[in-house]
């Protein structure tokens, strides 16, 4: 709730005229008829900072309509890591961490040499087996948004969620970040993340550095 303050106050005071949907407190509108949406999560990854555990991160989307393709630019921001703690993202302009241009072509990676994060419930742990079991290593740091971003830049190959839990705020700014770079982001299907933006609707995806990872991955999980 202070991180929302924190980013509500700014705004007004900064007379920025924007519609606000937060993780937090849901919808705000501020000016008059305002034409961009800024999707905020305040924390993502809200137990590791509760547990004093510095792997989380702020989410801020700018949004020029109201599906997950009218993201125009993003920025994931992890206050307290030392590095790969600033991603920048502009449509079809340079990507940047922690300040610097990168590359934007795919890491081209196979399954067997991948480092892949997971997030699963009880119920889908057969159906993860044969990712599990081929995958070079498998890990979990707490905050889907970096998360994404890490994949997207090669420090993951993938990342797999099929808890069904995820909020729009979690992942729309990731989500430009990583298909800028060159990867791609789809749900459990491998189809693309094109809807309405919904406050109410959950999320499972499927993200990887290059298409051919993520469809060997989308073959496994069947």
Not at 66 to 88: K, Q, S, W
Not at 89 to 115: C, F, M
Not at 158 to 168: E, W
């Amino acid at each position: 709730m202070v991180a929302e303050e924190a980013c509500i106050d700014y705004i007004q005071k900064n007379d920025i005229s924007i519609k606000l949907i937060s993780e937090e407190s849901g919808i705000f509108s501020f000016g008059d008829e305002p034409r961009y949406t800024l999707l905020l999560d305040p924390i993502d990854g809200s137990t590791n900072a509760s547990r004093g555990v510095p792997f989380f991160s702020l989410s801020i989307a700018i949004l020029d309509g109201m599906t997950l393709n009218d993201v125009i630019a993003g920025i994931i921001r992890a206050p307290l890591l030392l590095n790969y703690n600033l991603f920048e993202v502009e449509k079809g302009r340079n990507l940047k961490v922690d300040g610097i241009p990168i590359p934007t072509h795919p890491i081209k990676e196979q399954l067997s040499k991948a480092i892949v994060s997971m997030y699963v419930y009880d119920i889908d742990l057969e159906r993860v087996k044969p990712i599990v079991s081929r995958a070079y290593k498998t890990r979990l740091f707490g905050s889907i948004a970096l998360e994404i971003c890490y994949t997207a830049i090669g420090l993951l190959d993938a990342l797999i969620d099929t808890r069904g839990s995820l909020k729009v705020m979690d992942i729309v700014a990731a989500k430009l970040f990583i298909e800028e770079a060159g990867g791609i982001i789809t749900d459990m299907e491998g189809n693309l993340l094109t809807s309405n933006v919904s406050v109410t609707e959950r999320y499972s995806i499927v993200c990887a550095t290059n298409h051919s990872l993520h469809q060997e991955i989308i073959n496994l999980l069947g």
